[in-house]
Structure formats: structure tokens, C-alpha cells
């Protein structure tokens, strides 16, 4: 069986990120949630299933909708819930700014603190824009 998502699936993903990261001071949340807002299966279960390659094409849709928007990198507060990867986005998050994964045993201390650095800055923000539209969301709702 062939795990697939629409372009509303992403929409709604997007919007939980909003609501639950950036609007709440850039705060992290989880793949798991990420993908159950989008109604689709957890990361696990699809990486279980053989189909790994969803999980980063999603991300990836997640991550250029995001750019078509005119929103911040909201893909940067998406994070694993432990093990190494804890409070941190996987590696295609990485891949796709054009970046090494600080993780990969073949980046060097300098490259993973240049990527550990560009995370911050996309943390912040989606922390600032956040902010922002919570505030004109309030307005608007006034």
C-alpha cells in the first residue's frame, strides 16, 4: 500500500504548525503530530512500512508550501521526539536549505555549527512572524 497526501493535507499540517509552534513563541512540535494533523500515519509507521520516501517528500511539500505562502520556515520547528535526532529536525530538513546534517558523522564541527546556527536563526523567525499573526489575528478577531 502507497501512503500519499494533497496539497490540503499539507495546507492543514502547515496550519497546526501555526497554531501550535509559531503562534505559541516559535515553540517545537513533533513529526508525529505534524502528520496526524495531515491525516496521514506517523513517521514510524510509514518508515515500518517501507515507505520512508513519504515522510521526506511530505516534509519536503511542507517546506516549499511554506515558501508559496509567504511564510517563515515553519518546517524548523518540526522535531523528533528523542533519541540523537531529540528537539532537532531530520536530515532532510537540512538537505533541503542546502546544508550538511550536523549528525552525519562526515560533517565537520565548523559545517554542523553553521547548521546549528542557520536553525536558530529559522527558529527565530517563525518566533517573530508568529508573534505578528497572532497579534493581527487578534485584531481582525476584535
Avoid at 23 to 30: I, Q
Amino acid at each position: 500500500m502507497t501512503t500519499d497526501f494533497t496539497d490540503d493535507d499539507v495546507d492543514e499540517a502547515i496550519a497546526f504548525v501555526v497554531r501550535h509552534g509559531a503562534e505559541n513563541r516559535a515553540h517545537s512540535v513533533y513529526y508525529t503530530q505534524v502528520f496526524e494533523a495531515a491525516g496521514l500515519p506517523a513517521p514510524q509507521v510509514l518508515h515500518q512500512g517501507g515507505e520512508t520516501e513519504v515522510v521526506s517528500r511530505f516534509m519536503e511539500a511542507f517546506h516549499f508550501r511554506c515558501i508559496e505562502l509567504g511564510y517563515p520556515p515553519l518546517d524548523a520547528l518540526v522535531v523528533h521526539v528523542a533519541g540523537q535526532r531529540g528537539d532537532l529536525p531530520g536530515s532532510g530538513y537540512f538537505r533541503v536549505n542546502n546544508l550538511p546534517d550536523p549528525l552525519a558523522s562526515r560533517t565537520s564541527p565548523e559545517d554542523a555549527a553553521v547548521a546549528g546556527r542557520f536553525l536558530e536563526q529559522q527558529r527565530q523567525r517563525c518566533a517573530a512572524w508568529g508573534h505578528a499573526h497572532r497579534r493581527r489575528r487578534r485584531r481582525a478577531s476584535s
